[in-house]
């Protein structure tokens, strides 16, 4: 096969990219800024979320991925070029792409991805399931028999497979994730307090206070906002004891919805998932507790993965480099021209 390789997570968050050779090649975020009056793209990735909130109106962040899901096509193939361009530096050939997608993403839905991946500069493109490439990522072997649950949280969904012998076994997608968690934050200080916080002032909290169960000793953090009466900047102390109830609000919605999911999977499934335990990964593994508070919820021993937030990309670059997984699974490379005849089919539906 002509041209490298390269793996892309390109999730609502973040942006991470791998080769055969490199784990972590491209580490950003699926931001871009762009001129609110013309439309035209400033700055992408850690740059562009470092703006967010702290530019005026002319100046407008927003994430390329949506639940899954690309929002804006013609933004999210030039932040793809940029970091194609990064990686394969001068090489005559086109790179061959592998994307991991949510699981529950539609047909055309995918089609519509391999155009945005091969217009950005891609030759061929391999679509494969996240949630799988997140199992490899936290250690799940692909040979063995019996089911290995791996819950992903996400920043806008969370997903939940079941994987035994290198494939899916059960795989189903939860509308919540760490996002939400953010938004509950900003929401409390606006309506109580009536300070008014940004998405990077909610995730420093989230990340240093927060947890899943409440904690035996209460710790606090200082941080700055806005006055919600005069406009004025204000600083402000925000204690863990205080947002317990808003973070344990989104945590019981998500335990829930994971619930009503594990009850349509077999009894052998999951059983084998209860005998070996539920492996979590994502970033929003990261909230303290997390594992302790789902442990205690569903009955199931669970465990957080070393490197949660990084672990689809590393289950990514195993599958790049495992023909085997690729074969099981029916993953294989597709021409852009075979994508654009695809794309063709559905405009005539």
Do not use: W
């Amino acid at each position: 096969m002509k041209g490298m390789k390269i793996g892309v997570d390109f999730g609502s968050y973040s942006l991470r990219m791998c080769t055969e050779n490199n784990k972590n090649t491209v580490d950003e975020m699926s931001s871009v800024a762009f001129d609110a009056e013309n439309g035209s793209p400033i700055v992408y990735g850690k740059k562009a979320d470092s703006l967010d909130g702290r530019t005026d109106t002319n100046i407008t962040v927003t994430k390329m991925i949506t639940n899954g899901v690309i929002s804006n096509f013609t933004y999210a193939e030039k932040i793809l070029t940029a970091y194609f361009s990064r990686v394969c530096g001068a090489r005559i050939y086109k790179p061959n792409a592998v994307i991991a997608l949510p699981f529950d993403v539609t047909n055309i839905e995918k089609n519509f991805f391999l155009d945005s991946v091969t217009r950005a500069g891609a030759g061929r493109a391999c679509l494969v399931d996240g949630i799988l490439a997140s199992a490899f990522g936290v250690g799940v072997p692909y040979e063995k028999i019996g089911g290995r649950m791996v819950i992903d949280f996400g920043h806008q969904t969370t997903e939940i497979g079941i994987v035994s012998m290198g494939t899916i076994a059960a795989a189903s997608t939860a509308r919540h994730g760490s996002f939400d968690i953010d938004s509950a934050i900003i929401r409390h200080f606006k309506k109580d307090r009536d300070i008014i916080i940004g998405l990077h002032t909610a995730r420093l909290i989230k990340h240093t206070i927060a947890s899943a169960i409440e904690r035996d000793c209460e710790t606090s953090l200082m941080v700055s906002g806005k006055s919600g009466i005069d406009d004025m900047p204000i600083s402000f102390e925000v204690t863990s004891t205080e947002i317990f109830p808003f973070v344990d609000e989104q945590v019981s919605l998500l335990v829930s919805e994971i619930r009503s999911h594990l009850q349509n999977i077999s009894p052998e499934l999951l059983g084998d998932a209860a005998d070996h335990g539920i492996m979590m990964c994502g970033g929003g593994a990261l909230l303290f507790d997390i594992a302790q508070r789902f442990e205690k919820e569903l009955g199931i021993q669970c465990s957080v993965a070393e490197n949660p937030e990084k672990a689809r990309i590393a289950g990514i670059h195993q599958i790049m480099k495992n023909r085997e997984i690729m074969e099981n699974n029916g993953y294989r490379f597709i021409f852009k021209d075979d994508i654009r005849d695809r794309l063709k089919k559905f405009d005539k539906i």
